[in-house]
Structure formats: structure tokens, C-alpha cells
């Protein structure tokens, strides 16, 4: 993997930019970066939404990650990787999703027609180059590998994929406490359904556990179990784990 370094600032989207010359970039809440300039940024609890990159062109591969409704749950929604390849100097861009998604429906229509908006201070849209990032095949997805077979087939070379310094590691080490262990071991164990259902129950027992998972089997028992022993703390990580598995 070759090195880069990237100035990750973890705050709100709405938080004011530093004035350096470069092209700074914020995401919308739920919009999540998966690669930056060829390099997978990988798992991490903190969730970065503001990074600075050098002038010139620079490529971001983003996925939406989020909460949406289906028949009055709730359930994780991964929308699919799209990459995004601009080429700007000493501006501020948002990148946004270009619909509103609030159910499943709307993110299966997303998945069909992927895109996102990209805009400057002044609100004015700002054209980039953006296609959905196919996968290689696999059990897993490499998306390094994915975004060098896109750049080979689409002729696009990057020139300064070299950025600045790091204050957040992009794939920081995470102590994982006892209940995520065993919630994502249980987690493996159980069928589809009662993941759904737990995924469900857990986010609307977020804050506080005031009602039991009412599903059957023993992976379902050991996640309602498990979950409920979390603090707040550490139930905030699972969610966060949660939203992260597909």
C-alpha cells in the first residue's frame, strides 16, 4: 500500500475549514469516505467527515452508510461505493447524496442510479467525473485493487496522491470491549433474520435497554444478553460495528 498522509478534522460537516491552500472536503452526515488517492482508510470508530487534500486532482470513493426505515423498523443501509475523481485548487467542497433516502425503497432506487453532489462555499455545484465501483468478485471487497482496475480501464493516473499530515489514523487501533466480542461473535452465529432483528432492536434500545429482543434461538438469546451487559459507551460502539458489517 503506498503511503499518504491525510489530515482527518473529526467534528460536524458544519464546522469552518481551515484557511491553508488546498482543496478542503466535508461530507454529509451520512456519507462515509472508503478510499482516498488509492489508499483504504479500513475501520474506525471515529467517524471522519472533514479531511484536506493537496491541489490538483484527487480521487474519493464514498458510500452512504445510514439508518432507514422498512415497515416501521429501522435497518442498516451500505448504499454502494461510487468514486468520485475532481480536479480542484484552493476551494472548500460538501459531497452529499443526490436524493433523499429515508426507506428501503429509496435506497434500492439509489443503488440503481448511484450518485452524489458535490458543491462549493458558494452552494454552486461543482462537476466531477463519478461512476459506481464495481466489484472484482470475492468474499470480501479489496477496494484498492477495485479502484486500480477502474483507473486502468478509464486511463486515470493520479499525479499527487502524496497529501498531508495525519491527526486521526485512518485505521486506528480499537480496544474492543467483552460485549462487542460477543456480540459480533454471536452475530456470525445467527441467521439472517435474527441479525435483522437484532440490528433493529438494538438501535431503538440505543440510549437505554428497556425491552427485551423477542426472537428465538440461542444466537439471538446470546446477542439480547450480551447487548443488554453493554455500557452506553461500548453500545454506542456496537451500533457503530453494526453499521460497519454488511
Known sequence: MKSFK???????VGTSFQSA??????????????VINGD???????????????????????????????????????????????????????????????????????DKQPKFTVKNANNDVVNVQQDRLEALGGFTRDYEKELAAYNEANNIVLAGATSVSTTVAAKADVKISKPQEMVEYWYQEAEQSEKEAFSSWAFQNRKQVSEDL??????????????KKAS?????????WLLKVE
Open 6 to 12: 491525510i489530515l482527518l478534522l473529526v467534528g460536524l
Open 21 to 34: 491552500a488546498d482543496v478542503k472536503i466535508g461530507l454529509n452526515q451520512d456519507v462515509q469516505p472508503v
Open 40 to 110: 483504504e482508510l479500513g475501520f474506525s470508530l471515529t467517524s471522519k467527515k472533514e479531511f484536506n487534500l493537496e491541489n490538483g486532482q484527487n480521487q474519493i470513493v464514498v458510500q452512504i452508510e445510514k439508518l432507514v426505515q422498512n415497515r416501521g423498523e429501522y435497518e442498516k443501509y451500505n448504499s454502494v461505493p461510487v468514486v468520485i475523481t475532481l480536479e480542484q485548487a484552493d476551494t472548500s467542497l460538501t459531497i452529499s447524496p443526490s436524493s433523499k433516502i429515508a426507506t428501503t425503497e429509496d435506497a434500492k432506487q439509489f
Open 214 to 227: 423477542k426472537t428465538t434461538g440461542k444466537p439471538s438469546e446470546m446477542l439480547g444478553y450480551w447487548y
Open 232 to 240: 452506553e459507551e461500548q453500545r454506542s460502539q456496537i451500533l457503530t
